[in-house]
């Protein structure tokens, strides 16, 4: 079955000097382990994605689309990157959503894909 | 036609798990145990079966394997399948195997931890115990269609999320069983609370609770925890005759009839809670097994060992710190050392104003210590945050007789 693993993290987690060493120690975690999975073939893809900041919303009501700057939705915790991988089960797919690297207060969320 | 529904009862965790293993579908497998065993009633008086699982897994695997070709012609997708599927033949066979156990596997899906705990309690009782929604929903204190909803919804997570049927890996051994055994402790509270406003219609309940955990002992005889909580079960399930009066009122348990104590149940829990200790591995259940022990002991001894209790409560404290442990810990020192020694207790705890346990403890603590004023404010605290009937007419004696 293929699982989404969403990472939320604080908006604020990585701000300051800090925030940006931590940072890198997150990224060089997430590599390894990206390169591990890939290895092994269950990540089927991934990113990191940037600043909430950037952001653009396309909303469409009423028959009518309309731009907006910002994410969906303002929470403290943000959307921060994504992995897409390929396990047999659940447990599995949870297993691995645990070794994702996460500053504290951070999330990750495991969703199933449809299954066309 | 009773001694064939007690049969069927009986078989129901066996082949319901036999049936979810191998059609990966929990559905399927409770409406083909559900269309097997009205058959074996109308079946059984003229021909009793040699073993009623037996027969019920073969008639139920049969339908169930019809139902699926009738859904797989209409083209319904069935999430999961097995690896490899097996053919109509293959599962016939199968049907003449012996049963295979895979009621621990079906405990684990059932407990599974990506399922909300309160989910969890009612769907075990569900489908491995055959509980109906409609006496599930009285149970947990909600409309049936509500209930319905909740099992229905973690049936389909379970499906769609790929809950596996498996006995989990040794690194995941620990958390999964703690969700197993909060599942039960959630399921127990349930029937306990359940006693003290309808005594008479509970019993079933609390007897299938009680069932489940001897079951758990049988499929996990080295886990200490799940031993100490067996014990547990049957030390509270033991005292039940004594605690409610004639008038429905609650009765404390060192007020109880002991008497009225069942003598069979507090023996089987101690040898599960020595059987326990043996293992060397301590844990909350165990310590609470132990608390229920030490009350039980007072049908030898005459009293209750208060100092024990709240020794024992002091190490509960630390394992699981919760403010229903420190108010039972306060009551307990109150007994044991002076109701004084517990109001300080208590007031270490703080004023939980709105929090009936706190209100309940602080007003016999006080009505011990001599202050009538305090324990009468705190009597009227206690009724005025709508506790269960049982408790409520407890509390409005113990305020009259201030």
Redesign the interface.
Known sequence: MQYMILIYEPENAYAGEAGQAALKDIVAKHMALAGELRAKGIQKDGAGLQDSTTATTVVTQGGRQTIHDGPFAETREHLGGYYLIDVPNLDEALAIAKRVPVMDGGKVEVRPLIVH | MQRFGQAIAAARPRVVAALAARLRDLDLAEDAFADASATALVAWPAQPPRDAAAWLWRAALRRAIDAKRRAAVRGRAV?DPPEPEPTPEEALMAADQPIPDERLKLIFVCC?P?LAPDSRAALTLKVVCGLSTDRLARAFFVAEPAMLQRITRAKKKIA?????F?V??RD?WPERLEAVLSTLEIAYAQAYEDAALAARDVAPFATEVLRLSGLLVELMPDEPEVLGLAALVRFAEARRPARLDDLGAMVPPERQEAALWRADLIAEAAALLDRAAQAGRSGPRQILGAIHATHCARAEAGVTDWPTIAALYGVLAHLRPHPAVAVNRAVAIGEAEGAEAGLAELARIGPIEGWLPYQAALAHLSARAGRDEAARAAYDAALALGPPPAERLFLEQRLRAL
């Open positions: 999430l599974h990506a769609a999320a790929g809950v596996p498996e989990p890996a995941a």
